[in-house]
């Protein structure tokens, strides 16, 4: 949940945080997850209460770009945004190149330039698709690293392929980056 540092003592090592619904949350250093030390009026995000607090400083995500979300390793996607801006539109493409290649096949039923089209596209996307999934990995919270286990048969597949494209995102900002839905 949102917040907002209203005070931190360096020397105490002890600091206070107000959520959006008022409630003071007092935190350590140890309990601090944000870069620098907290300062007043600092926006920040609580993650979970009592003994399990955390406090971690909000960065918003920044503006959605293509080239963000197709090629880099860095920050979340939400899984909304994994279905609807990557893998539905990848299907689709990939469904509109073989209707092509079968529209325009020769007599002996082969379309070199439809074949062509889809190896370039199979190469393009072997970038793209690890790109996605990685910041999928992240918005669950774990390293990107874990995609890797993705080459174990049937098991860590069908683990990857849960993670990425079924379960929800961990609410709340975590170590690589704003949550995707706030």
């Known amino acids: 949940m949102r917040g907002t540092v209203v005070a931190f003592d360096e020397v105490a090592g002890a600091g206070e945080a107000v959520d959006v ?6 935190f350590t250093a140890a309990q601090w997850r944000g870069e620098g030390l907290p300062v007043a009026g600092m926006a920040v995000e609580i993650l979970s209460g009592g003994a399990d607090l955390s406090v971690v400083s909000f960065q918003p995500r920044p503006a959605f770009t293509w080239p963000w979300f197709l090629f880099s390793i860095q920050g979340r996607v939400s899984r ?16 509109l190149v073989m209707i092509a290649g079968s529209l325009t096949a020769d007599s002996t039923g082969h379309n070199a330039v439809a074949g062509w089209t ?4 199979f ?4 970038w793209t698709g690890i790109a996605v999934q990685v910041k999928r990995l992240h918005d669950r919270g774990f390293s ?3 995609i890797l ?11 990857v392929a849960a993670q ?13 980056g704003a949550d995707p839905m706030a």
Not at 21 to 26: D, I
Not at 80 to 95: A, C, D, H, N
Not at 164 to 176: D, E, I, S, Y
């Open 80 to 95: 909304r945004e994994y279905w609807l801006k990557y893998t539905l539109p990848l299907l689709g493409m990939i469904l």
């Open 144 to 146: 990107g690293w874990f």
């Open 123 to 126: 190469i393009i996307s072997l």
């Open 149 to 159: 286990l993705g080459i174990i048969p049937i098991l860590g597949e069908y683990w």
């Open 21 to 26: 619904e008022g409630l003071s949350h007092f």
């Open 164 to 176: 990425v494209g079924f379960l929800p995102g961990k609410r709340g900002a975590n170590r690589f």
């Open 118 to 121: 889809l190896v370039l596209m």
